[in-house]
């Protein structure tokens, strides 16, 4: 019995081509271009598909996802991935889903939250699940960015602090101590950036 030659069309062969799913390379690809991640971040989150899936799921929730795509894909490899290995779970087990994790990232994206009170809001979630931003809210875990605030705080710590003050104005990278002490005496909550900004304009550095 001889077989016939198949003929395909060319739209035939294009409609193929179109439907095919995107190969590991290709979406490594496009997370280096698009959101600026390492060639070894984007290898780690293509080396499963459901790692890539996650991610993905991840980007759906920030409203910029060409800001904070990178800064999401620390939060996956680093903070989640990082947590799911210690505890020998795989991410079909995680207790933060995507979803849950992406409301975080886009929460620090957008102010609401430092970085710090983001990890704490992480463990809150991973112990009692939730709603990421509603939790913010319930529990008072707002970034502060009314500078009247902020500088209460700051010239309180300056004015604690006479010494430190010369050795920042003389070394001026000893800003980090004031920052410090400010974030610690404010629970995290004071905006980093702010709080800089007022320490070297205080301090004529």
Do not use: C, H
């Amino acid at each position: 019995m001889t077989l016939l030659p198949l003929e395909f069309s060319e739209s035939y062969v294009a409609g193929l081509k179109a439907n095919l799913p995107e190969l590991p390379d290709q979406k490594k690809a496009r997370f280096i271009a698009d959101f600026g991640l390492s060639p070894y971040d984007a290898g780690v989150l293509v080396a499963e598909r459901e790692s890539a899936d996650f991610y993905e799921t991840v980007l759906a929730k920030l409203k910029d996802k060409v800001r904070d795509g990178k800064l999401a894909a620390n939060w996956v490899i680093n903070e989640l991935f990082g947590r799911l290995n210690k505890e020998g779970r795989d991410i079909s087990a995680s207790p933060v889903s995507a979803e849950q994790l992406g409301t975080i990232v886009d929460l620090i994206g957008e102010g609401t939250i430092s970085g710090k009170i983001a990890k704490d809001l992480f463990e809150i979630v991973w112990q009692e699940g939730g709603d990421p931003r509603a939790l913010v809210e319930a529990r008072g875990m707002k970034q502060v960015t009314d500078l009247g605030a902020i500088e209460k705080v700051v010239d309180d710590i300056i004015a604690a602090n006479p010494d430190k003050v010369e050795q920042a104005r003389a070394k001026p990278q000893l800003i980090g101590w004031f920052v410090g002490q400010v974030m610690k005496s404010s629970g995290g909550k004071a905006n980093p950036q702010a709080v800089n900004d007022l320490l070297k304009a205080k301090l004529g550095i």
